[in-house]
C-alpha cells in the first residue's frame, strides 16, 4: 500500500519568509512518481510538479523548490521569499509505475502574512 | 472551452436520498477519477475509469457508484446519502502522457443533512 505522510497541518509566516513543506512517503513500487499539488482559497487543484524515482535531482522553478532524497523517502517543497499569494492548502501525492492513482497527503495549510 | 466541468457545484440533500454529482470533459482523456476531499484526510479515491466501460473501486467506494457509458461522462451517484458522505467531490481526468497531471473539476460540495 501506498502512503504519504504531510506532518505539517498549518504553517503561518510573514511575508518574504522561505516555507519548507515536508512530505514522506511509503510504496513498495521500485518506479513511481511523485506531485505537488496547490489548492488555493478558491478551491481548485493546481498542479505544480511531477517527479520519477529515478530522477532524484533537485528542482528549482521560480520561488518554488523541490527536494527529492530516495534515502529518507522524501519529497520537500520550499517557497522562497514567500507571498501572500502563495498562501494555499498544498498536497503532496504519489503514484506507482503506469498507475495513475494517485495517493493523496492530508495537506499543509500555508498561511502568508502581509 | 475545452475543459473538465462538474454540475451541480453545490447540493443540500437529505439522508436516503440518491444524489447523482456530473463530471464531464472536453479533451477525450482516457482516465478518470472521483476524489472526495475531506479535513484532515486529503483527497481519496472513490472510483476510477480507465476508459469507457472499465471501472474499479479506490480507497473509499462504499456507498458510491459510477458508471462510464461515453468517454467524456463520469457520473457518480450516491444510492442513498449519509452523513458521512458530506464532502466536496472532485472529478479529475488525464492522458498516459510525460507529465501525469490529472486535470480537477472544480468540485462539487455536498451536504447531507
Known amino acids: 500500500a501506498q502512503k504519504v505522510t504531510q506532518a505539517q497541518t498549518e504553517i503561518s509566516v510573514v511575508e518574504k519568509e522561505d516555507v519548507t513543506l515536508d512530505c514522506v512517503y511509503e510504496?513498495?513500487?521500485?518506479?513511481?512518481?511523485l506531485f505537488w499539488y496547490k489548492q488555493p482559497p478558491s478551491g481548485e487543484l493546481v498542479f505544480l510538479i511531477r517527479?520519477?524515482?529515478?530522477?532524484?535531482q533537485n528542482e528549482i522553478s521560480g520561488r518554488y523548490s523541490w527536494n527529492f532524497q530516495k534515502s529518507t523517502s522524501s519529497f520537500n517543497f520550499t517557497i522562497t521569499a514567500s507571498q501572500v499569494v502563495d498562501s494555499a492548502v498544498y498536497f503532496c501525492?504519489?503514484?506507482?509505475?503506469?498507475?495513475?492513482?494517485?495517493?493523496f497527503g492530508a495537506g499543509t495549510t500555508v498561511t502568508v502574512r502581509a | 472551452d475545452a475543459g473538465i466541468t462538474q454540475s451541480p457545484r453545490y447540493k443540500i440533500t437529505e439522508t436516503g436520498r440518491q444524489v447523482t454529482l456530473m463530471c464531464h470533459q472536453t479533451?477525450?482523456?482516457?482516465?478518470m477519477f472521483w476524489y472526495r476531499q475531506d479535513l484532515g484526510h486529503g483527497l481519496r479515491l472513490i472510483y476510477y475509469?480507465?476508459?469507457?466501460?472499465?471501472?474499479d473501486k479506490g480507497e473509499v467506494p462504499d456507498g458510491y457508484v459510477v458508471s462510464r457509458s461515453k468517454t467524456e461522462n463520469f457520473p457518480l451517484t450516491l444510492e442513498s446519502a449519509t452523513r458521512s458522505q458530506t464532502s466536496v467531490y472532485f472529478c479529475?481526468?488525464?492522458?498516459?502522457?510525460?507529465?501525469?497531471?490529472?486535470?480537477f473539476g472544480e468540485g462539487s460540495r455536498l451536504t447531507v443533512l
Open positions: 479529475a481526468s488525464t492522458l498516459l502522457d510525460y507529465t501525469g497531471e490529472l486535470f
Open positions: 510504496t513498495r513500487d521500485t518506479t513511481y512518481y
Open positions: 517527479r520519477n524515482s529515478f530522477d532524484e
Open positions: 501525492a504519489l503514484s506507482g509505475q503506469n498507475d495513475y492513482k494517485l495517493s
Open positions: 479533451w477525450s482523456h482516457s482516465y
Open positions: 475509469s480507465a476508459a469507457a466501460d472499465i471501472t
